[in-house]
């Protein structure tokens, strides 16, 4: 019989409706009942794509005696962190303050008031390597409750007390400056790994925000250095086994240094960080490589992530069934040199061993190699292999598909709307912008309230009850100012703007600056949710700041400036000293410095070719974050576009920063050379 989780929408949550578990959502239904029957709370957070959520869930969750003992002396409350960010940010502080460590799963005991004081991760059915039992930390926990109560409620009360204390307050300091960012740069360079592209040791990810920061550095300064370390990294991953060879996007890390072996599952916020910068890539040096990874990246996010409402499907699955019934890790990805005969025949499958670095002893398990693209000396019949690889690609499309969690988030269908809509005009996809355009409209349509309030997540079409939070606004925002510069639609400004208000209104600190991950109106948990630095996705933080400042620059509001540049103050006390983690921080403040550039392009008509040559020059463009504004004279669709007439009765470009502008230009070249100073 199906446990209280039937009725979620969250695919994670639902994965679990069928346990023998008598789980709970987080509601404070589920506190009142551990509060009336006198028991604590086990708190268990992951998400649908995590492997060893899975892993716990078939070997304890899925067992009915662990689950009567549980059933019996504990509340159960199974959260998706994807869904609620806030519930999950809080414990993971108190579980990294407390072992050192987190991760998912995330197990957590609390007292009926939501107080913790016994954490983990995984923990396995039998004692392993050191590690207890589930069961043997299950009857632990229960006899603390019961016989030293007065001593498991302390340690809670202390754990909160200590979470409270650990308030940031960085607004009150200056924007980063030129010696920051150059001091953040030399940072990097210290611990790149030149033989290998990408920063520090194994696991690997994918660093998509320092490179962010890295081109912009670049494109401001001419800093060699910082190209190639951002060029070199995109070319390793494009060739390693973390970039899918035939399908293209980007899995979630590489368990190794040289990025051969990933964690399989693809994550939509990794493939819109990384589409955007092989796309940025491109705009600054012309690489091929660049702009087929920012294609292909887009076209597997738009051909595999795209929901039936237009919206995109937070992520897909490392396991799935390797033809035997039985769910293994990266089943879907890899290839035999068998397999690879079955295929394609022994002769071009001897061509697609060497191509993709298949070899019989493998790269990863039971003789299976992760496909990659080693370089190789001498000449590749690039027909030759491209016929290889549809063949290959329509063959593992027979196998059986990795799940998919449907779920739509609103910061990351943020990120994959800005993502999209650049890599749509830089490379005259109009498809791709119109599956931005599509994924902005349900944004508005579903996850946004006549308030302009964000919901966090919608699924089939049905909004979920979570409210959003900060990086929620903020990437949403991001999402919609580059769709406004793309399309020339000032209505994607505007709802840009309501967003941009609610961050202003209701996630600062009026007196410091200081931004909050959730509302000061939102649920009240054991703490207020607070964290600047860039972890998979940019920080609700250092979003906030690029879109404040987005929004600024295309408006001239100075509140909205003031906060920018207020919030970057984390940035000047963090860049120099961890720049690895708070890429986009870093990235923003190099707009800063740079201005941010406002250019506005006027012609007769959108579809006027010298307008469109023009526009198009604008948005290539390397300066950091220049905002672009297009249209007709006194169009009262974009702020930047008042007092602009055509110059000669010809389409014309004004370029403006720091309150002050170049004469205006109707010449391409010398919109370009403008743009690239």
């Known amino acids: 019989m199906p446990n209280r989780l039937a009725h979620e929408t969250s695919p994670y949550l639902l994965q679990h409706a069928d346990n023998p578990v008598d789980w709970w959502p987080w509601s404070e239904e589920a506190f009142e009942e551990a509060r009336k029957r006198n028991v604590p709370v086990l708190l268990s957070i992951g998400y649908s794509s995590c492997h060893w959520c899975h892993v716990m869930a078939h070997e304890s969750f899925e067992d009915q005696e662990t689950a009567e003992y549980l059933n019996a002396h504990y509340v159960s409350v199974k959260v998706d962190r994807e869904e609620r960010p806030d519930v999950d940010a809080v414990y993971m502080e108190a579980v990294q303050a407390a072992t050192g460590q987190g991760g998912w799963p995330m197990t957590v005991f609390l007292t009926p008031d939501a107080e913790p004081f016994y954490f983990g991760t995984y923990f396995p059915p039998a004692p392993r390597q050191g590690m207890p039992s589930f069961r043997q930390v299950l009857q632990g926990v229960h006899q603390a409750w019961d016989e030293r109560r007065d001593e498991v409620t302390e340690v809670a009360g202390k754990i909160v007390r200590d979470l409270a204390g650990r308030e940031i307050s960085y607004g009150d300091a200056q924007t980063p400056g030129e010696e920051e960012l150059a001091q953040a740069l030399l940072g990097l360079t210290r611990e790149y790994d030149p033989q290998r592209g990408g920063f520090g040791g194994a696991p690997k990810f994918p660093p998509s925000m320092v490179l962010e920061f890295l081109l912009r550095h670049h494109a401001r300064t001419g800093a060699e250095g910082a190209l190639q370390m951002a060029s070199d990294t995109c070319e390793r991953m494009a060739r390693g086994g973390i970039y899918d060879q035939l399908g293209g996007g980007f899995a979630r890390y590489s368990v190794d240094r040289d990025w051969v072996v990933p964690h399989f599952e693809k994550m939509l916020y990794d493939n819109a960080l990384l589409c955007r910068v092989y796309a940025h890539l491109w705009?600054?040096?012309?690489?091929?490589?660049?702009?087929?990874?920012a294609l292909e990246t887009a076209d597997f996010m738009v051909r595999e992530l795209r929901t039936n409402e237009g919206?995109?499907?937070s992520a897909l699955d490392a396991d799935s069934d390797d033809g035997t019934g039985k769910h293994v890790e990266g089943a879907?990805?890899?290839?035999?040199?068998?397999?690879?005969?079955?295929?394609?025949?022994?002769?071009?499958a001897d061509l697609a061993a060497r191509h993709f670095g298949v070899t019989e002893e493998g790269t990863f398990e039971e003789g299976a190699s992760v496909l990659q693209l080693p370089v190789r000396d001498g000449f590749v019949d690039a027909g030759k292999v491209a016929s290889v690889r549809e063949r290959l690609l329509a063959a593992r499309s027979q196998r059986p598909a990795p799940g998919r969690d449907d779920k739509v988030v609103a910061a990351w269908n943020g990120l994959a709307i800005a993502a999209l809509a650049e890599t749509g005009a830089y490379f005259d996809r109009p498809d791709l912008v119109e599956a931005a355009v599509a994924a902005a409209d349900l944004l508005v349509r579903l996850h946004l309230d006549e308030q302009a309030r964000l919901t966090r997540t919608s699924k089939d079409g049905h909004a979920g009850a979570n409210a959003g939070v900060l990086e929620d606004y903020a990437d949403v925002a991001e999402g919609f100012l580059a769709l406004a510069s793309v399309t020339g639609e000032g209505v994607w400004l505007e709802f840009a703007g309501f967003l941009v208000d609610h961050v202003l209104a209701r996630f600062t600190d009026a007196e410091s600056g200081s931004l909050y991950d959730t509302a000061a109106d939102a649920e009240r948990l054991i703490r207020r949710p607070q964290d600047p630095t860039d972890n998979a996705a940019p920080s609700g933080w250092s979003a906030a700041a690029g879109a404040l400042l987005g929004y600024a620059a295309h408006t001239g509001s100075e509140p909205h400036r003031t906060a920018a540049e207020k919030a970057l103050g984390v940035v000047k006390a963090l860049g120099p000293r961890v720049p690895r983690f708070i890429g986009w921080g870093l990235a923003v403040a190099e707009a800063v410095l740079d201005g941010p550039r406002e250019v506005a392009v006027v012609g007769p008509s959108l579809d006027d070719e010298g307008t469109r040559s023009l526009h198009r020059t604008a948005l290539l463009g390397t300066a950091p974050g220049?905002?672009?504004?297009?249209?007709?004279p006194e169009s009262e669709e974009f702020p930047l576009l008042s007092d602009r007439p055509l110059v000669g009765g010809e389409p014309a470009a004004y370029v403006c920063r720091n309150f002050t502008c170049d004469a205006p230009t109707t010449e391409v070249d010398r919109l370009r050379a403008v743009l690239s100073d």
């Not at 220049?626 to 007709?632: E, H, P, Q, Y």
């Open 626 to 632: 220049a905002v672009v504004a297009v249209g007709v």
């Open 332 to 348: 879907y990805y890899v290839w035999t040199p068998e397999q690879l005969r079955e295929v394609l025949g022994e002769q071009d």
């Open 283 to 293: 705009r600054a040096t012309g690489s091929e490589l660049a702009r087929r990874v």
């Open 311 to 313: 919206g995109f499907a």
